[in-house]
């Protein structure tokens, strides 16, 4: 359950709100992001990247509900969004939780100005991480801006 009483906004916990913060925060504590991983070609033993790259798909993935929080609650996104940063941060007190958070926010704006229309900017930012050669950076990017917008969908479809 939420502690709220360090939040500015509050929602009743059975108002469709309260239920779309109770389903993301279990979707987002039980993601293990393997599929991401395998994607990307980061194996168990890329230790530094691996945690790295765990910060980046936990903050992807509050952006990308972010987004589907505009489009079904468009006048309580950013109050719902902010609870839920807040709600993240007093439950997940370390230091690579505070850094996810900020990725959600960096995250949240190169989602916003085109919306589920594209995921392009996303996808180069993540691939921007490795120093592969064009061919094989365009190829992952595409796979990723794919996999993003199939992500962005499975959220929206548990909102509720």
Known sequence: MFNRQNTAENFDGESAAGLALKNFAALLD???FVR???L???GRLQLMLRRQMLVEWRGLYM????LALEKSFPGEAEAMFAEFMAHY???HPDRLSAACVERAKEYWGMLAPAGE????PAARHLTSFFSNDTKDTRSLSLKLA????K?????FDRLL
């Open 30 to 32: 039980d993601t293990d």
């Open 117 to 120: 229309t594209d995921f392009n």
């Open 63 to 66: 952006a990308l509900w972010r």
């Open 40 to 42: 990307m070609e980061i």
């Open 151 to 155: 992500t962005y969908t499975y959220i």
């Open 36 to 38: 991401e991983l395998e």
């Open 89 to 91: 941060k007093n439950t």
């Open 146 to 149: 794919l996999h993003i917008r």
